[in-house]
């Protein structure tokens, strides 16, 4: 379970990062970081804080897949949980 909870922390606090580094890159002209790439941590535990991310720097959105999408791997992943704890 700590290892569990360590790992959730971790992974949204990256997530959380990722998105605020290619908002920053963004109004800097410089290289992003792939869609694919921020889609993908919130899909291997980081939904918290990519949707945190996306807010707080309003970042992403506008663009559907990112507004629908990372709400719905949230969902999707309390949906596991619970049904792997209970």
């Known amino acids: 379970m700590e290892v569990l909870i360590i790992y959730g922390t971790l992974v949204n606090v990256i997530a959380f990062f990722l998105y605020g580094i290619d908002k920053w ?39 559907v897949k990112f507004s629908v999408g ?5 969902f999707i992943q309390i949906g596991i949980l619970l049904y792997i704890y209970h």
């Open 70 to 74: 990372v709400p719905i791997i949230f």
């Open 25 to 63: 890159k963004a109004r800097k002209d410089l290289r992003r970081i792939p869609e694919r790439v921020l889609l993908e941590i919130a899909v291997i535990g980081g939904s918290v804080g990519a949707y945190v991310g996306m807010h707080l720097f309003r970042h992403k959105t506008r663009k």
